[in-house]
């Protein structure tokens, strides 16, 4: 509801625009991790603590992504940990809330290009599929054994270096 209008308005946008607002992100995920340094870890809330508000600031937040450079997970993740969600389950929920918008997406480009399918195309999104997959297992694991706080600035860093290569490039 929020992101396919903004994908449609926003389908102009420059790349440098893009690797800008990548930098923007990757210092708000630093400073949302700063913020867990200091979140109350007695008040933590799991996903049958979720709330309607919950849900639709998620929602925004994943609907908000479709801008060039903003992180979908990120941005996910972030609105519930602010919420005070517990960071596995907010990485849980954000990697489900993936599969609808990755639909939609799918759906949108299928409409622009009259669902042409081909064989390579089924093999790369059954690749794709596959290494989304481990990915989430790998991200999942390395969340549950460091520090959450330096895991999201890590992240953070990391972003933010890859939209300094963006714009300088």
Same mark, same amino acid.
């Given at each position: 509801? +929020?992101?396919?209008?903004?994908? $449609?308005?926003?389908?102009?946008?420059?790349?440098?625009?893009?690797?800008?607002?990548?930098? %923007? @992100?990757?210092?708000?995920?630093?400073?949302?991790?700063?913020?867990? #340094? %200091?979140?109350?870890?007695?008040? +933590?809330?799991? &996903?049958? =603590?979720?709330?309607?508000?919950?849900? *639709?600031?998620?929602?925004? /937040?994943?609907?908000? /992504?479709? $801008?060039?450079?903003?992180? &979908?997970?990120?941005?996910? *993740?972030?609105?519930?940990?602010? &919420?005070?969600? =517990? &960071?596995?389950?907010?990485? %849980?929920? !954000?990697?489900?809330?993936? $599969?609808?918008?990755?639909?939609? *997406? !799918? #759906?949108?480009?299928?409409?622009?290009?009259?669902?042409?399918?081909?064989?390579?195309?089924?093999?790369?999104?059954?690749?794709?599929?596959?290494?989304?997959?481990?990915?989430?297992?790998?991200?999942? /694991?390395?969340?549950?054994?460091?520090? #959450?706080? +330096? #895991?999201?600035? $890590? @992240?953070?860093?990391?972003?933010?270096?890859?939209?300094?290569? =963006? *714009?300088?490039?």
């Amino acid at each position: 509801v +929020v992101g396919a209008p903004l994908l $449609i308005a926003l389908e102009e946008i420059s790349v440098r625009l893009g690797g800008v607002t990548m930098g %923007f @992100v990757g210092s708000m995920m630093i400073v949302t991790g700063g913020l867990q #340094f %200091f979140r109350d870890k007695t008040n +933590v809330r799991g &996903r049958d =603590d979720l709330t309607k508000i919950d849900g *639709v600031l998620a929602g925004l /937040a994943q609907g908000i /992504a479709v $801008i060039p450079g903003l992180s &979908r997970s990120g941005l996910t *993740v972030a609105a519930l940990l602010l &919420r005070g969600l =517990d &960071r596995r389950e907010a990485l %849980f929920l !954000s990697f489900l809330m993936s $599969i609808p918008a990755s639909l939609g *997406v !799918s #759906f949108i480009i299928g409409l622009d290009s009259d669902f042409y399918v081909t064989k390579e195309m089924l093999i790369g999104a059954s690749l794709a599929f596959i290494t989304g997959l481990a990915s989430i297992r790998v991200l999942m /694991a390395i969340a549950a054994r460091i520090n #959450f706080s +330096v #895991f999201v600035i $890590i @992240v953070g860093i990391v972003i933010i270096s890859g939209a300094v290569w =963006d *714009v300088l490039m």
